[in-house]
């Protein structure tokens, strides 16, 4: 737990490191002004010689400890106008900087942008993030403390539990996904789910296998017969008293995707814990919601099963029945997270949301198209993508918005049912997003492919190398939005 306090001014507080934000070359920005003017040809000759021009997301790190109260000076560059996702990550890449040291004390969000404290925040608290649960000698964060100068400690307390709760629930998801699939049989995920629901006060029903049949689970069911491990349907309730309006979120749960019969080769394999982020997604989300006691209801559905090749797995040809009645032919397994969500999308579509957003890392071809840091948005109503969209873009995650005509309907015309899981390679993830839009009825829905981003490639700001939790900030803050403005138009 890293404590988050209300500093006095700059003359006032000490600590290991200060972080001050730098706009431009020699552009000083709050704090940075003030420590510029103390320092003098120290601190311009220094960043002259390193070249530090405070370019976004550039940091420049000084020993101060003769000259401030403080060892270590951290400048960040954050460009001219920093908006919200420059001030996050400025501050991921201080804190990534800064993991050594036990106190931070910051001005970074003394910058004139409205929510900086918060965005600050978040920043600083994801980039402390280390997996570190399997490893023999353990580096973890040594951040104990970060301090905002200058800062009024009512504002704090409210930027600082929102920021803390966005980043425990982030974290909680890329906990999951990071863990071994071996480590997160669907049963696990089942007990955190109930871990979270006792928590926060949040109902649970958890469907098990021999419910599947009586639900109409058809989809879960061809999914889950190649494993050994029993599968599991969560649904998770947040009932507040006078509710602003009604969100149903519903996240792919493949603890591990082997591709079933349709084999994927072993390269395919080796990410393939991932497959469970839209469920640790979801689960993180309502963890989060429940701790900000939003006012808003809001139903959270994970089918979690493994998709592997058992003795009784389902075939290439076999048809399933998901829960709205509608008949699939599989043609191939390894297009299972489409079949699984069916079910999840058709219960939730029968209680009649506002709005149903699902995450899945549904199609190897939505990063082909996007790369591996945006995620494919559909929608089947432009209030429901713009609501989304604009949620994203405050918490800071990338979303594009794709394509889903009615002339591709055909793509996935099967010759024996009423439509196949698979379509053609181009626009696959069009296919798999029409496929989904079958089970969804009238309720405006947005789906969110998260294949590419739900592992971040690389360390940068503060996004940490492997599962990302990408999604739970942009489901925090669309429920946020719906608790302050509701769900209507
Ligand atoms: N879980 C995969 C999608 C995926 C692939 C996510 C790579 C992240 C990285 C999904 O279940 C899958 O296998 N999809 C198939 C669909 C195809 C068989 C129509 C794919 O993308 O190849
Ligand atoms: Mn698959
Ligand atoms: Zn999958």
Redesign the pocket.
């Known amino acids: 737990m890293i404590e988050i306090e209300a500093g006095g001014s700059l003359d006032e507080v000490s600590g290991d490191v200060l972080v001050v934000p730098v706009l431009g070359e020699h552009n000083w920005g709050p704090g940075a002004d003030q420590v510029a003017d103390e320092l003098g040809d120290f601190l311009t000759d220094y960043l002259d010689e390193i070249d530090f021009q405070g370019k976004p997301g550039s940091v420049a790190s000084l020993p101060v400890r003769d000259r401030l109260a403080f060892k270590r000076l951290l400048l960040v560059g954050l460009g001219e106008n920093p908006d919200h996702e420059q001030l996050r990550q400025g501050a991921g890449a201080a804190g990534k900087n800064a993991t050594r040291d036990a106190s931070v004390v910051t001005t970074l969000h003394l910058v004139d942008v409205p929510g900086a404290d918060v965005a600050v925040l978040e920043g600083l608290l994801l980039s402390q993030y280390r997996f570190e649960k399997y490893r023999t000698e353990k580096k973890p964060s040594r951040v104990e403390r970060i301090t905002l100068v200058a800062a009024d400690e009512a504002a704090i307390a409210g930027a600082a539990r929102r920021a803390s709760v966005t980043a425990d629930a982030v974290n909680l998801a890329r906990d999951l996904i990071n863990e071994p699939p071996a480590a997160k049989s669907p049963s696990t995920l089942v007990e955190v789910a109930r871990g979270i629901a006792d928590a926060g006060g949040l109902d649970i029903t958890v469907f098990e296998p021999d419910q599947f049949e009586q639900e109409r689970f058809g989809g879960l069911m061809g999914v889950a017969a190649g494993s050994h491990q029993p599968a599991a349907m969560i649904v998770l309730r947040h009932e507040p008293a006078d509710p602003q309006g009604f969100i149903g979120i519903v996240g792919k749960g493949?603890v591990f995707?082997?591709?079933?019969l349709?084999l994927?080769p072993p390269s395919g394999m080796e990410t393939?814990k991932t497959?469970m982020s839209g469920a640790a997604v979801v689960l993180a989300t309502m963890q989060a919601i429940a701790a900000l006691e939003l006012p808003v209801r809001v139903v959270g559905v994970a089918p979690v099963t493994e998709?592997m090749p058992g003795g009784g797995a389902q075939r290439p040809g076999d048809v399933l029945t998901p829960r709205n009645g509608k008949t699939v032919e599989v043609l191939?397994?390894?297009?299972?997270?489409r079949l699984v969500l069916a079910d999840a999308l058709s219960l939730v579509a029968e209680e009649e949301p506002d709005l149903i957003v699902d995450a899945a890392t549904l199609t190897?071809a939505c990063p082909v198209a996007l790369g591996e840091k945006i995620a494919g948005l559909w929608g089947n109503t432009d209030q429901a993508i713009d609501q989304v969209r604009v949620a994203a873009d405050e918490a800071g995650e990338a979303v594009w918005h794709m394509p889903l005509p009615g002339y591709y309907r055909k793509n996935i015309d099967s010759d024996v049912a009423d439509m196949k899981n698979t379509g053609p390679r181009y626009g696959g993830s069009i296919n798999a997003a029409l496929f989904l839009k079958e089970f969804v009825a009238d309720v405006p829905w947005v789906h969110l492919d998260i294949a590419g981003p739900a592992r971040w490639p690389d360390d940068e700001h503060y996004q940490v190398k492997g599962g990302s939790g990408f999604g739970v900030r942009t489901l925090v803050k669309l429920i946020e939005n719906v608790a302050s403005n509701g769900a209507g138009p």
Do not use: V
């Not at 995707?257 to 079933?260: A, P, V």
């Not at 191939?332 to 997270?337: H, I, R, V």
């Open positions: 493949i995707d082997s591709g079933g349709s994927k393939m497959d998709n191939n397994t390894d297009a299972e997270g190897g």
